[in-house]
């Protein structure tokens, strides 16, 4: 059974950066193509990012495009996303999880427990 554990949120002013850390259980990381998404109080849970099995592609959120960038460390089993230029309507709890990249990035796991990024003002 997979595991996903998020980290890396917090508390930061607009115009900030973070970078979050999913580490993935189980064997097969390297054939999972991977994303992240995110829900924020009040809204359903949105797609973020994702990344190809072999890093080779990666597609994001319009509205992340320029800001956001994910990446991956396969020998570690990791996934990352590295925000920049955070604004207040980032603010929401993040999660990772392997996604099916060709049908519109569905998420193919459970939930892991996310972490919370709060974007002040």
């Known amino acids: 059974q997979v595991q996903l554990v998020e980290s890396g949120g917090g508390l930061v002013q607009a115009g900030g950066s973070l970078k979050l850390t999913c580490i993935v259980s189980g064997r097969t990381f390297s054939s999972y193509s991977m994303g992240w998404f995110r829900q924020a109080p009040g809204k359903e849970r949105e797609f973020v990012a994702a990344i190809r099995w072999s890093g080779s592609t990666t597609s994001y959120a319009d509205s992340v495009k320029g800001r956001f960038t994910i990446s991956r460390d396969n020998a570690k089993n990791t996934v990352y996303l590295m925000m920049n230029s955070l604004k207040p309507e980032d603010t929401a709890v993040y999660y990772c999880?392997?996604?099916?990249?060709?049908?519109?990035?569905?998420?193919?796991?459970?939930w892991g427990q996310g972490t919370q990024v709060t974007v002040s003002s």
């Open positions: 999880n392997a996604v099916s990249y060709n049908n519109n990035y569905s998420p193919v796991h459970g």
